[in-house]
């Protein structure tokens, strides 16, 4: 954590950025303060009953409800914002179990952001119960198609018998053979890409204390010439973080011949674990 020193707007001139909740029960008043979402805005602690947010006091003229969707526009403010959303979550992280909130999560001020905690204060106690000394990692997993046909074209018995019949067809008959060879290939295609998806899930299912199925992204959105058939959140305890790692480096090495590859990111906070409905109140309006 960066220690800085801030004078952040008060009164009218703020609104309260929420970052995320811990139920921590104490936090160390001579504690270093983390640089929060924009400058002169440190993020502090908000107790409430056991629950603890941690929040920034940050101008209004750039987080009001009219004045935060126009900078939404910006994208280099955007990123900007969103990157210190996720520094601040990370080190909390390093310290506590915590419930993120969503980028943007923004209270008039205090005692708005305090209710909100009240009123949620026992989903939240749930989430905690879930999450409790875990954190999340994302897990994606790439086919290189063109590579698995060609593993395909020299281990399926099925495939070199339709080859060798069809070198030696007719063109009438040769027309259907090659239809009937194009739909055997997408068939064992979709067979070995159904059946490492599912051997991953088994061996994942020893260390891995829950699963989440995300959109698989197009390749215009990761970047890659390969398709993405998993796309994962994985909840995995500290403790058991080695073993996620080694089976992910075993199944890496038993699949990259045929053409797939996995992808592990993380620790993130547990976004895809917490069915809290935060409540964004509109800062420019009285809670409800």
């Not at 006091?57 to 403010?77: H, N």
């Not at 005692?111 to 879930?130: G, P």
């Not at 390969?226 to 403790?239: F, H, P, R, S, Y």
Request: net charge positive; proline share 5%; charged share 20%.
């Amino acid at each position: 954590m960066t220690s800085r020193k801030a004078q952040a707007p008060s009164g009218d001139e703020s609104v309260v950025y929420v970052y995320g909740v811990t139920r921590a029960k104490r936090w160390r008043a001579s504690a270093a303060l983390l640089a929060g979402i924009v400058a002169e805005a440190p993020v502090r602690p908000l107790a409430q009953g056991n629950l603890m947010a941690f929040v920034s006091t940050v101008p209004k003229s750039q987080f009001g409800a009219d004045e935060f969707r126009s900078a939404l526009s910006d994208a280099k403010w955007l990123k900007d914002r969103i990157l210190a959303h996720q520094h601040v979550l990370a080190e909390l992280q390093s310290c506590f179990d915590v419930v993120p909130f969503r980028f943007g999560t923004i209270y008039l001020d205090t005692a708005q952001a305090s209710h909100a905690l009240t009123r949620h204060s026992a989903q939240l106690c749930r989430a905690f119960d879930r999450i409790r000394g875990a954190d999340e990692w994302g897990l994606k997993l790439y086919c290189d198609a063109p590579a698995l046909r060609r593993r395909i074209e020299c281990k399926s018995a099925a495939i070199r018998l339709l080859r060798a019949a069809l070198a030696h067809a007719a063109p009438g008959a040769g027309f259907f053979l090659q239809k009937k060879l194009a739909s055997a290939f997408d068939g064992e295609t979709a067979a070995a890409v159904a059946g490492c998806v599912q051997h991953t899930h088994r061996r994942l299912a020893v260390c891995a204390r829950e699963f989440a199925e995300i959109d698989v992204q197009p390749p215009g959105a990761h970047g890659r010439a390969a398709d993405m058939v998993t796309n994962a959140a994985c909840l995995i305890a500290k403790a058991s973080v080695p073993q996620f790692r080694r089976t992910i480096a075993r199944l890496q090495k038993q699949y990259a011949a045929r053409g797939f590859d996995y992808e592990l990111t993380g620790p993130w906070p547990p976004y895809h674990f917490v069915s809290i409905r935060h409540e964004v109140a509109d800062a420019a309006q009285p809670d409800r």
